[in-house]
């Protein structure tokens, strides 16, 4: 089989990899069909990222189901479904209650398209070896496209767990988003909006991406982050920018919430002074992945959300070292699945 390595910042080639088989009674062998960047991924083909090739890149997709282990009883071949982009074991007390991000038995930050976290290859891959599948693999609903959900494994939840939870707790607030890294951000809105928020402000400097967030019902200011950009009880930071990240710590509500995505790389200078005096919740992450996953997937199947106007792109699997050479907003690879989205011959 083929693995889409990265080699260097805009450089790309398919490279050919061993077979991958079952290597357990509870695994699965699945075959990605629309599989597309994470803001990371941008990051780290932009090179602004310190991760250094070569290595199989990606962790979203959308796969089919091509073998299972004995002991699979939730998935068969055929099955399109979200992979975990987290690699977790099922079966300790984090993976039990909800934090299978954080898995006991793998190791810290296990998961695919990124080197020296166990090597699981990448999701634009020809395929995937999946570990304990009935926890780590979500059934698609039937009439959702693979493309639109490309994003289903981690930037549509991550964005869900950083609004609706919160929106939940406090109906109708208001949400503050801090754009600069990509899609996160943008899903954040569409959440935010679909849950119910009052005013969703989005800031950034890129004019495209404020376009989309306004698409979505974004009201958009567009240029450098200010030290203040006003009180909202909810603030979401997407930037990958450290002055964006402070600008986000001192524009919450006191014991608000400000939730910051990956991206920075290097240490920032915490306002800790003002977050005290104001009384700030702040969380920093990977996010939770695969508890969000079936919700995530409700809300899109139900048309509570589309995520579409995020995606930039769609091409075929086979041009992937090109697109990605210079990685658009949202890139989607797609090819045809081989059993029918789970009609076995």
């Not at 071949?77 to 007390?93: E, L």
């Not at 994003?151 to 503050?176: C, I, K, M, W, Y």
Request: with cysteine; net charge negative; glycine share 10%.
């Amino acid at each position: 089989m083929r693995a889409l390595i990265f080699l260097k910042p805009g450089h790309l080639m398919w490279q050919e990899q061993p077979e991958l088989t079952l290597q357990g009674p509870r695994d699965a062998i699945v075959r990605p069909i629309a599989a597309t960047t994470c803001d990371l991924d941008r990051l780290i083909i932009r090179g602004e990222a310190p991760f250094r090739g070569p290595f199989a890149i990606g962790h979203e997709c959308v796969a089919e189901v091509v073998s299972v282990g004995d002991a699979v009883a939730k998935v068969k071949r055929g099955d399109i479904v979200i992979v975990n982009w987290h690699i977790s074991c099922a079966h300790c007390d984090r993976c039990h209650d909800g934090r299978p991000n954080a898995c006991r038995t793998h190791q810290k930050g296990a998961m695919y398209g990124l080197p020296g976290l166990g090597d699981w290859g990448g999701t634009f891959s020809e395929s995937l070896h999946v570990v304990e599948a009935d926890f780590a693999l979500t059934k698609v609903p039937a009439h959702v496209s693979p493309e639109l959900v490309a994003s289903g494994a981690d930037n549509l939840p991550f964005a869900f767990e950083f609004t609706v939870p919160h929106l939940r707790q406090t109906p109708g607030a208001d949400v503050l988003v801090m754009g600069g890294c990509g899609s996160i951000a943008l899903y954040a809105v569409m959440f935010a909006r679909a849950a119910g928020a009052g005013r969703v402000v989005y800031r950034d400097e890129d004019p495209h991406r404020l376009d989309v967030a306004a698409r979505l019902g974004a009201e958009v200011i567009e240029g450098p982050p200010p030290r203040q950009a006003g009180s909202f009880p909810i603030v979401v930071d997407a930037s990958a920018h450290a002055a964006s990240l402070l600008c986000a710590l001192r524009s919450v509500e006191p014991e608000g919430i400000v939730s910051s995505v990956g991206g920075h790389f290097a240490d920032v200078s915490m306002p800790l002074f003002d977050m005290y005096r104001t009384g700030v919740r702040f969380y920093t992450g990977r996010g939770r992945g695969g508890p969000n996953v079936a919700e995530t997937l409700d809300w899109v199947a139900r048309g509570l959300v589309d995520p579409s106007p995020v995606t930039s792109e769609i091409a075929p699997f086979e041009d992937a070292p090109t697109v990605l050479a210079e990685p658009s907003l949202k890139p989607i690879l797609t090819r045809p699945a081989l059993y029918g989205g789970g009609k076995l011959d």
